[in-house]
């Protein structure tokens, strides 16, 4: 079955450096799209990045320049490296594979920043 696993989060300053992890399994990670969405408190969840089968990216403007969406498709992971962190990227990271038969989550990876 589709399993996706997110790691990397925790407490950042503002102004730090994250890097979350997605390792995906239960399907041909190299076919297909992925994404990172967040959801803050309150907040309805919201598009992060995404990234192609192949290497085309998409970012929200308000990560733009700051956030790197990658994939190693030896490894079957993706990738998000957070730069510059602002306190309003503060939420839940989850971790999205667009398949065939659906889309598919991962269960979530609190980021928090704050001084």
């Known amino acids: 079955q589709v399993q996706l696993v997110e790691s990397g989060g925790g407490l950042v300053q503002p102004g730090g450096s994250l890097r979350l992890s997605c390792a995906a399994s239960g399907f041909t990670f190299r076919l297909y799209a992925m994404g990172w969405y967040r959801q803050a408190p309150g907040k309805q969840r919201e598009l992060v990045a995404t990234i192609a089968s192949g290497t085309s990216t998409n970012y929200a403007d308000s990560v733009k320049g700051r956030f790197t969406i990658s994939r190693d498709n030896v490894k079957n992971t993706m990738y998000l490296q957070m730069n510059r962190v602002k306190p309003e990227d503060t939420g839940v990271y989850y971790c999205?594979?667009?398949?065939?038969?659906?889309?598919?989550w991962g269960q979530g990876t609190q980021v928090t920043v704050s001084s």
């Open positions: 999205n594979a667009r398949l065939i038969t659906g889309d598919y």
